[in-house]
T-cell receptor, first 110, second 113 residues
Framework: RKEVEQDPGPFNVPEGATVAFNCTYS??????FFWYRQDCRKEPKLLMS?????NEDGRFTAQLNRASQYISLLIRDSKLSDSATYLC???????????WGAGTKLIIKP | EAQVTQNPRYLITVTGKKLTVTCSQN?????MSWYRQDPGLGLRQIYY???????DKGDVPEGYKVSRKEKRNFPLILESPSPNQTSLYFC????????????FGPGTRLTVL
């Protein structure tokens, strides 16, 4: 079983819709969680950190469920520019290693 | 402009011909690392460095070497490339104080024939 798992998609979503996807992690000792965004053929960029209490940044909401060991990303009022691959990242506080999911591809259609 | 640069961006080579991919950052970051990205596998860390002259193996170090003689540079060396090292390579850097945000270079697409 992979340490961090994501549905690869693609998720095909009409513009303006709300879309959500999850990421599961296997190590219960995982301490920090992040969502990165990667545009086609480009480098990943930090989208947002995921806090225990959940956090929101504009149209984006990230949540953590430690009991079930998953994090989620919700995008409201999706835009064409949201089309990208979303990478889930998990970090243990015991070291400086980041564990990356393979990503979920999102395609927003007009 | 704060950035991480990699060169070359694209490279096609043959098995066994030594190559070096350079990585440089201008943000005075302590931490630098190399990843490879393959379809369906996500980013896998090759090597990382927490400061000058300090390097450590990541998840997939076999077939690679690195050095950190200066803070800004972290070259990736393939002494004898093989076709299974065909991949998209990313260099990344961050400060140790804000390790959560990794800044990535634009990537190097390597093909080994």
């Amino acid at each position: 079983r992979k340490e961090v798992e994501q549905d690869p998609g693609p998720f095909n979503v009409p513009e303006g819709a709300t879309v959500a996807f999850n990421c599961t992690y296997s190590n219960s000792a995982s301490q920090s969680f992040f969502w990165y965004r990667q545009d086609c053929r480009k480098e990943p960029k930090l989208l947002m950190s995921v806090y225990s209490s959940g956090n929101e940044d504009g149209r984006f909401t990230a949540q953590l469920n430690r009991a079930s060991q998953y994090i989620s990303l919700l995008i409201r009022d999706s835009k064409l520019s949201d089309s990208a691959t979303y990478l889930c990242v998990v970090k243990m506080d015991s070291n400086y290693q980041l564990i990356w999911g393979a990503g979920t591809k999102l395609i927003i259609k007009p | 402009e704060a950035q991480v640069t990699q060169n070359p961006r694209y490279l096609i080579t043959v098995t066994g011909k030594k190559l070096t991919v350079t990585c440089s950052q201008n943000m005075n970051h302590e931490y630098m690392s190399w990843y490879r990205q393959d379809p369906g596998l996500g980013l896998r860390q090759i090597y990382y460095s927490m400061n000058v002259e300090v390097t450590d193996k990541g998840d997939v170090p076999e077939g690679y070497k690195v050095s950190r003689k200066e803070k800004r540079n972290f070259p990736l060396i393939l002494e004898s490339p093989s076709p299974n090292q065909t991949s998209l390579y990313f260099c990344a850097s961050s400060s140790l104080a804000n390790y959560n945000e990794q800044f990535f270079g634009p990537g190097t697409r390597l093909t080994v024939l």
